[in-house]
């Protein structure tokens, strides 16, 4: 059976906006299905590098809030810390990053939370025995929470093609070694350059297999080390350092798995807006000139019918002739516009493996609304 995602475009009228047509696909799609009453509700976005202007408005996520707030939820915005060394790597810098992009209390009605912590340490094991995450490290904000709704802005990604939903709900509210689980198979490493002998990677070593080298740096012994990554999640300087060996079809199909990780057992909703599609992710500090015009808001209870159809969408819309789409190769009106800009990254192995874990279908029905 198709799953149902709800669409509607950019065209207004003067009495009826973007933010009313936003309220009227929450209304079409029924997510007032969900018993919000006195419920703990998670709102998973992205907030965004500073430097980069392509991210959500908040004037969209105020609106989700009131929305969950007039049903009587209590809503706070969450994300985690990045696993990359930069201005969200840790709570402090994340917070102010967040507020200094309009995720506030005053622009948005309600409180940011950094799901993992201070320093991404406070995750929460889930057990799922998927194919490749048997346990994915989540967020203890994020696993605590009674609903689930996520809030994506669609673009495209350098490490898995497009992002959107999964990529959201996936990577998005793994703790730092949950992202450190997902993008790489190996153990991490030590950058001696950026290393100042604090001593927090070797109090947080659980195998005890980091010490100081001769030169006063830290060193990894990798005979003891198991790869969990707490070192990563707890250097502040960059110093010890993921090193991103996965293939992108299997950090897809892990990122697929924390998505499932994260929803499992709990009510979810989940919207898309397809504006300002940039070719790179929002983590950059930087965006370029997006690949198509806007093009809507869609949403769907079935993440993967969801950021099917948003691909699709994408796809189906004309491209724009000053973007990097026209950069390289000569691009076609009928060529995937994410294959084009990311050849070497296999998107499509995200949706397939989500659908065989049964997080979705990539089956739908667009349904339009004004």
Not at 3 to 26: C, H, Q
Not at 264 to 271: A, C, D, E, S, V
Not at 337 to 355: C, G, N, Q, S
Request: aromatic share 8%; net charge neutral.
């Amino acid at each position: 059976m198709a799953s149902k995602v709800f669409f509607t475009d950019m065209r207004v009228l003067p009495d009826y906006g973007l933010l009313e047509k936003l309220d009227a696909i929450m209304k079409r799609a029924k997510m007032d299905s969900i018993d919000f009453k006195d419920k703990l509700v998670a709102i998973k976005i992205t907030f965004a590098e500073r430097g980069n202007m392509a991210y959500i408005r908040p004037g969209y996520i105020a609106r989700v809030v009131k929305r969950i707030q007039e049903l009587g939820g209590k809503p706070f915005l969450v994300d985690c810390n990045t696993l990359y060394y930069g201005s969200r790597s840790n709570a402090v810098d994340h917070l102010e990053t967040a507020m200094l992009n309009g995720f506030n209390r005053i622009e948005v009605g309600c409180n940011a939370l950094i799901a993992d912590g201070l320093t991404g340490l406070d995750s929460t094991d889930i057990s799922i025995d998927q194919k490749h995450v048997k346990t994915a490290k989540i967020g203890n904000a994020i696993a605590a929470a009674d609903i689930i709704i996520s809030v994506s802005h669609f673009k495209g990604h350098q490490g898995t093609g497009f992002g959107g939903t999964l990529k959201n709900v996936g990577m998005g509210s793994g703790s730092r070694r949950g992202k450190m689980e997902m993008h790489a198979a190996s153990k991490p490493k030590i950058k001696e350059e950026n290393c100042v002998a604090c001593g927090k990677c070797i109090q947080h070593c659980s195998q005890k297999a980091i010490a100081y080298n001769k030169n006063k740096k830290a060193q990894i012994d990798y005979s003891k080390c198991i790869g969990c990554g707490q070192c990563v999640a707890s250097c502040h300087y960059g110093a010890a350092a993921a090193i991103y060996d996965e293939n992108s079809a299997t950090v897809g199909e892990k990122m697929a798995e924390y998505a499932y990780a994260v929803l499992l057992g709990k009510p979810n909703f989940h919207i898309s807006l397809m504006m300002d599609i940039s070719p790179e992710c929002d983590c950059w500090s930087i965006n370029d000139q997006a690949i198509t015009p806007n093009i809507g808001i869609a949403a769907s209870f079935d993440p993967v019918a969801l950021d099917r159809a948003c691909v699709d969408l994408v796809n189906q819309a004309p491209a724009i002739a000053t973007s990097i789409l026209f950069d390289k190769a000569a691009y076609k009106p009928m060529d995937d516009k994410f294959d084009h800009i990311h050849p070497d990254v296999t998107w499509r192995d995200t949706l397939t493996h989500a659908e065989e874990i049964g997080l979705g279908s990539q089956t739908y029905e667009l349904v339009k609304i004004r």
